[in-house]
């Protein structure tokens, strides 16, 4: 298989290559050439396998040609063996035809975890093949970062520095990251905003001496390794309900569009999805772009759902792309004018056509406390403020004889004070973090100023390689 990307300038890639790079060198998002097919009943033989087994089936297509299929299942085993559920993605049911799916029984308890535990092997794997090592930085408002830490903590070809608002991530979020006190991994505490800290994330790959001398890499969500990565829980929810032969449609709690981007990918694969919905906070803009085409960015506002605080969706390029008939020319001009006004637009037609399948709802603050609350009365179902939204979206856009599945992105435990102000309940952390509060922690606090991170980012790498 190989990749092209969103914007057209950059030559064909393997998966290795597209996954150590993240993004294309024209600033572009990396996309498969063409999209794997199964048939009805290659579908049917997968029900019932276990889900490193179907996982690894799922995305052998995408890998084809850069990972064998056997090392990728024993990838799958490894990645999802110390999850703490045996089902590894349980379907609940909480509404006569409204399902949950819970994707939050990783080591971080939210659904990065599912992508990101993968990931961490398949770096080694090929890190190791090329004989290679790299630097992983990243910037983190909390998900991501400490789901990359837990992936790849203690591999021996990888440094991995992470940089966090100092003082800006919930203590839970932050201890989760700072705890960790693996020789590869820095955490630094930047006095500044997260803003601040992304923008000092991209100014490191921008110094291209450094870049270069720190072999730097990322694994934001923009990775297409993260999209398949996610591909195979859509495929274990529907055939859980009968797929290939009834169809499903799926609600997603939604910030940079990966996660739901893989529901669209996993019926663009031959899965029968019927609707996808988008789940959105007070940043809003998926959802005014799915009712009205008004792609307009406007300032982040925090929220109840901060994995969700986002001004613009990265992976909304890749939707794009393809509703534009994989016009690349297009596309570029649609992302260069976005980038110069802050709003997109996108033509009628296109706009239809993407509005036929996807719908878009948003709550505020208090409509999802009081969302969280009427959920747990009538279902006993503890929803934490991401899952809530999307259970919202869910409900409103179901068709009736079709099952609704929305993801459950977060563990209700990681926003302890949103539950509790809901429904007077205080969640337990489970066993495997239980004792979180008691542990160890470890940063740097370093100013928002390039030099002194890049210092400090050298000095964790150099300490990892002694
Ligand atoms: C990252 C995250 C999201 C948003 O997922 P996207 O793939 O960015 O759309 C939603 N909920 C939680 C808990 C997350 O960590």
């Known amino acids: 298989m190989k990749y092209v990307s969103t914007r057209g300038q950059a030559p064909a890639r393997s998966f ?20 794997p097919q199964f048939t009805a009943d290659e579908w049917r033989s997968m029900r019932g396998l276990p889900y490193a087994a179907l996982a690894a089936r799922v995305m052998a297509p995408f890998m084809a040609g850069s990972i064998n299929p056997a090392t990728l299942l024993h990838l799958c085993e490894e990645a999802y063996a110390n999850f703490d559920h045996s089902a590894i993605v349980p379907l609940l049911q909480i509404e006569d035809g409204l399902f949950v799916q819970e994707l939050f029984h990783g080591p971080t308890l939210a659904f990065k975890d599912m992508a990101m535990q993968l990931l961490g092997r398949l770096f080694d794997h090929v890190l190791t093949e090329r004989n290679e090592r790299v630097t992983i930085v990243g910037a983190t408002s909390g998900d991501t970062g400490s789901a990359a830490i837990e992936a790849f903590k203690g591999r021996e070809r990888l440094s991995v520095v992470i940089l966090h608002p100092e003082g800006r991530t919930s203590d839970v979020q932050r201890r989760q990251m700072t705890t960790v006190l693996d020789a590869n991994i820095t ?70 569009f990966g996660n739901i981007l893989a529901a669209w990918a996993a019926r663009k694969m031959g899965l029968p ?9 007070r940043n809003d803009i998926l959802t005014r772009f799915l009712n009205a085409n008004d792609m307009t960015a406007h300032t982040v506002v925090p929220s109840l759902s901060p994995s969700m605080d986002i001004q613009v969706s990265s992976n909304f390029e890749r939707l794009l792309f393809e509703f534009l008939g994989r016009d690349a020319k297009a596309c570029a001009a649609l992302m260069t004018g976005f980038r110069q006004t802050g709003k997109m637009d996108v033509p009628d037609t296109v706009w239809a056509s993407i509005h036929g399948l996807f719908s878009g709802l948003a709550l505020d603050d208090e409509a999802t406390t009081s969302e969280i609350r009427e959920v747990h009365q009538k279902s006993q179902y503890l929803a934490d403020p991401h899952t809530v939204i999307g259970i919202a979206a869910g409900r409103k856009f179901r068709h009736p004889g079709v099952p609704m599945v929305a993801m459950a992105t977060a563990h209700p435990a990681k926003f302890p004070d949103a539950i509790r102000a809901a429904t007077g309940i205080f969640p337990a952390l489970p066993p495997s973090l239980a004792d979180l509060f008691d542990r160890e922690e470890r940063f740097r606090v370093v100013p928002n100023v390039i030099e002194a991170v890049e210092d400090a980012v050298r000095s964790g790498v150099l300490a990892n390689n002694h």
Not at 22 to 34: I, N, Q, V
């Open 16 to 35: 290795s290559d597209i996954l150590l790079a993240g993004l294309a060198e024209d600033g572009g998002l990396f996309m498969p050439e063409a999209w």
């Open 187 to 256: 955490n630094l505490a930047v006095q500044g905003t997260f803003d601040d800290c992304q923008d000092l994330v991209k100014a490191m790959f921008a110094d291209t001496a450094f870049r270069e001398d720190m072999r730097l890499s990322a694994v934001n969500s923009i990775n297409w390794a993260r999209i398949a990565a996610q591909i195979p829980y859509y495929v274990y929810a529907a055939l859980s309900l009968g797929a290939p032969d009834r169809e499903v449609s799926f609600a997603v709690p939604t910030g940079n």
């Open 273 to 281: 999805v019927r609707h996808l919905c988008v789940g959105s906070n």
